[in-house]
């Protein structure tokens, strides 16, 4: 069974986004943001195809897949046993930043 692995920096972008969340809006804000992120990608384990391809990292040549949470793209990759979560991306930035 295939289980889900958060690449650091995909933990240090969402870490980054509940600190800013937390300054700006506050703890309860911050926390349910965090929270729909992380919970967002559970489904993965069952049905890790569910995200298209994203387009802008096919370059890459990993297959990179993605779900949307809010203002945010989760971006994965999968191989034979684990899913790992790559980045956590703030669709109102410039698409190619996601290269980074």
Not at 54 to 64: C, F, G, R, S, V
Request: proline fraction near 4%; charged fraction near 30%.
């Amino acid at each position: 069974m295939r289980q889900i692995i958060w690449t650091n920096f995909a933990i240090s972008e969402l870490k980054n986004i509940f600190l800013y969340y937390r300054m700006v809006a506050g703890d309860k804000v911050a926390v349910k943001i965090r929270k729909s992120i992380f919970n967002s990608t559970k489904p993965l384990i069952k049905h890790p195809f569910i995200g298209p391809i994203e387009e802008n990292l096919i370059d890459l040549k990993q297959e990179h897949r993605y779900l949307v949470e809010g203002n945010y793209k989760i971006l994965y990759r999968l191989d034979k046993n684990n899913i790992y979560i790559t980045d956590i991306f703030d669709c109102r930035q410039n698409p190619s930043k996601m290269k980074r």
